[in-house]
């Protein structure tokens, strides 16, 4: 297993809401440049377009978490 498989089996064994905003960022905001996820730490919704998600499981991910469709597309 990779890293992405081991972060999300963690996520649903953790109990600890600053490790899921983190990762949900990271899996949202992967190819985001410096700028967006300054904006992120205030908004916490850059990124639901789908623009700067990585392809397959971190897409996969964020789709499990958000139900948005725009990630299905990409998981």
Same mark, same amino acid.
């Given at each position: 297993?990779?890293?992405a498989e081991v972060a999300c089996e963690l996520s649903l064994m953790l %109990? %600890?809401?600053r490790w899921h905003k983190l990762? %949900?960022?990271y899996c949202? #905001?992967?190819n985001a440049p410096r700028q967006v996820l300054a904006s992120d730490m205030t908004t916490a919704t850059?990124?639901?377009d789908a623009r700067y998600v990585r392809d397959g499981r #971190?897409?996969?991910w964020?789709?499990?978490k958000t139900q948005n469709e725009t990630f299905?597309? #990409?998981g």
């Open positions: 297993m990779g890293g %109990d %600890d809401p990762w %949900d960022q949202r #905001l992967y850059e990124g639901m #971190l897409a996969g964020i789709f499990y299905n597309r #990409l």
